[in-house]
């Protein structure tokens, strides 16, 4: 007996209505984009592993996809690590090439490579899909795409600014303007480890931070305390992130408690001057999150993270990477990005019915099959519909009228032309309009401007 098909874990197959929507949710983002004077780039699915390890952190490294290296893959390894059953050492002697797992690592090195070429700053937007060896759940695959947009070679905060403004203007045209902006600083967080005695600690402190919503306050002290991480300066820690207020009184409740830490003062007035940069509307979404700390090593400054109240996961993150390029030998190269999070907005819209009024079809138009000379009559009104940038198609079999309805149905097409033998004698055609009822009698020359709305 066969087995039955299937898709690896975390990996999903998309049935055209679902690819029709996904390409609404990238073309809407790339739309936006373009507007702001980003230009599009793509890299490969996978890169050489020491491009990638280190750069994400202990937790990140783990859940890089690794790729057998080619041939006798074994010939390579060492007897010891396959004898221990070392599979974390073993992985690096039999793998050279991994899966990217962001897309911003190989932007960097994009950069380096490609630096003669470029104009700087450079702002650029990606669309491709990453791979992740993570759990899957809700919002949360192994294979899913991204959506980034960066701008590197300035310091200038106003990119901050800008970047937020494309946050909130991607998510209203895709209606979800009740979206909530989180804003951090990378400063600021090394600020409150240098106050609290934990600056030596400030990689494990931000990892555990990093797991807040995952297993809540008393989790990440569990977490640190096991790190190694001294209960004193834990708990002081824990006490400083949790502050919380409007943005401007978070920020000068933070200013008194961190008094005299430099650090932690550059990073308060990078966040001040990116709300003033932005405009109110915007601004009313920003709200300071000390908590926010997204894991990743390469992050220098802001830290913007994006959620909404109707989805658990948060749908948009990134932040400023000072010097991500110099670890391929380019220094000095500074940069800020967000990634959107499209499988997630995609099941977010879904659960909100938000596709419904905005993509239904590949076809707006369907000519029934009515046999060979009608058909050919509708072949040429299809290729002339066309012309006019109307999407159609003629369905290719002489079947039976409730079959081909039937398909019009399936597909969403909202009208449906029919040419029958008394129809083709007077040259004329039946318009059914699918999501209405209503039909309509045109002559050839008026079905191509009725259908293409010149008429």
């Known amino acids: 007996m066969s087995k039955k098909p299937s898709v690896p874990k975390g990996t999903r ?29 793509e890299t490969p699915a996978m890169e050489n592993l020491d491009t990638l390890l280190g750069k994400y952190g202990e937790e990140g490294d783990k859940l890089i996809f690794k790729i057998l290296n080619n041939g006798d893959y074994l010939s390579k390894a060492s007897d010891e690590k396959i004898d221990a059953r070392d599979s974390q050492g073993l992985a690096m002697e039999i793998s050279d090439r991994a899966l990217r797992y962001d897309l911003t690592v190989p932007f960097a090195r994009f950069v380096v490579q490609n630096q003669n070429e470029l104009s700087f700053p450079f702002k650029r937007y990606q669309i491709q899909p990453v791979w992740r060896a993570d759990r899957p759940q809700k919002g949360r695959y192994r294979e899913f795409y991204q959506c980034d947009v960066d701008v590197i070679g300035s310091d200038s905060l106003l990119n901050e600014a800008e970047l937020l403004c ?107 001057e990116v709300l003033e940069h932005l405009p109110e509307a915007v601004r009313e979404k920003v709200s300071i999150d000390l908590t926010l700390a997204r894991g990743l090593n390469y992050y220098t400054g802001a830290i913007i993270e994006v959620g909404h109240p109707d989805f658990p996961s948060s749908i948009c993150g990134g932040g400023r990477y000072d010097d991500l390029t110099g670890i391929f030998g380019l220094q000095g190269m500074s940069g800020v990005g967000v990634s959107f999070g499209a499988d997630r907005i995609y099941d977010l819209m879904e659960d909100k019915g938000l596709f419904e009024e ?73 318009v059914k309009d699918m999501r209405t009822g209503e039909q309509v009698q045109k002559t050839h020359k008026e079905l191509v401007a009725y259908l293409s709305g010149q008429a």
Request: hydrophobic share 45%; glycine share 8%; with cysteine.
């Open 358 to 430: 905005v993509v239904q079809s590949g076809s707006e138009v369907l000519f029934v099959n009515f046999g060979k000379d009608e058909v050919a009559a509708a072949w040429n009104l299809a290729a002339d519909l066309r012309a006019e940038g109307v999407s159609c198609e003629v369905y290719p079999d002489a079947a039976k009228m409730k079959k081909q309805m039937k398909y019009a149905n399936d597909r969403g097409v909202h009208y449906v032309v029919m040419i029958g033998e008394e129809e083709l004698k007077r040259k004329e055609a039946t």
């Open 166 to 272: 494309i946050i909130d203007d991607v998510f209203a045209e895709l209606g979800l303007s009740d979206i909530q902006i989180r804003l951090n600083n990378r400063k600021i967080l090394h600020g409150i480890a240098v106050a609290s005695g934990l600056a030596e600690h400030f990689s494990s402190m931000t990892v555990a931070i990093d797991k807040l919503d995952k297993i809540g306050l008393d989790g990440v002290k569990q977490e640190m305390l096991r790190y190694g991480l001294p209960e004193a300066g834990v708990k002081k820690a824990l006490a400083l992130i949790n502050l919380k207020s409007d943005a401007q009184q978070t920020l000068k409740m933070l200013s008194g408690a961190l008094t005299g830490v430099e650090e932690a003062y550059r990073g308060i007035l990078e966040v001040r």
């Open 13 to 41: 197959d998309f049935l055209p209505l679902q690819s029709l929507r996904r390409q609404y949710i990238f073309d809407t983002a790339k739309q936006v984009f373009l507007r702001y004077g980003y230009a599009p780039i």
